[in-house]
């Protein structure tokens, strides 16, 4: 998150960031977003009674700000097909793993637990299938012999901070649409591993 802040401050993404919303009063997303002077809400997911009801809290905070695009950065929440489809086409995620591929949780040390000698990271449109949604990018970084699961997801995060606010920038400059299902960039459909993935 805090790359794609530092992108809007420097001029590199023409956008306005309204709000940054957790579900965690913790999130340390909440207070880069303070002293950016965004503003941050904490939306707790455990004062509400189930995810239908928290989904919907979400959507009627984020509908008061009118969003061009939401951008998920570390929410880890599988999110009601009803919020998804309410912002179809506008709605960012970033997964640490080269969809399809590890989907879920756990992904580093699963590619490391199959012996991959590669893995990485997927930037994708987001649709009521987990992590299922068309892929817009990809970006891989090697496995290594004596590689953990720390060492790796550092690796991968070291690449998420350059290829997440070019996402953003792409949706913000008109560039990047969702038309059925497909991820489009300058109106050509992408692969189904994404732009520029090798």
């Not at 794609?4 to 207070?31: F, H, M, Q, T």
């Not at 455990?46 to 809290?57: F, W």
């Not at 793993?97 to 449109?125: C, I, M, W």
């Not at 913000?172 to 497909?182: A, E, F, I, P």
Request: with cysteine; aromatic share 8%.
């Amino acid at each position: 998150m805090q790359a794609i802040i530092d992108w809007v401050e420097a001029g590199k993404i023409n956008a306005n960031i309204a709000c940054v919303i957790s579900n965690r009063p913790d999130a340390y997303g909440l207070e880069r977003a303070r002293n950016a002077g965004i503003e941050a809400i904490c939306l707790d997911h455990k004062q509400y009674e189930d995810r239908e009801t928290y989904d919907q809290a979400l959507l009627t905070t984020l509908d008061s700000y009118q969003p061009d695009c939401v951008v998920l950065a570390g929410f880890m929440r599988i999110l009601t097909s009803e919020f998804v489809e309410h912002f179809s086409g506008r709605l960012l995620n970033i997964h640490p793993s080269l969809l399809p591929k590890y989907k879920g949780l756990n992904t580093h040390q699963r590619a490391l637990d199959n012996g991959d000698d590669e893995h990485g990271l997927s930037v994708h449109f987001v649709t009521p299938e987990l992590d299922g949604g068309p892929v817009i990018i990809q970006c891989k970084v090697p496995v290594f012999e004596d590689d953990n699961a720390d060492a790796l997801a550092q690796r991968v995060q070291e690449q998420e901070r350059s290829i997440y606010p070019l996402v953003v920038h792409w949706y913000c400059s008109g560039r990047l649409k969702m038309n059925n299902n497909k991820a489009l960039l300058d109106g050509k459909v992408l692969p189904d591993n994404g732009y520029a993935n090798d």
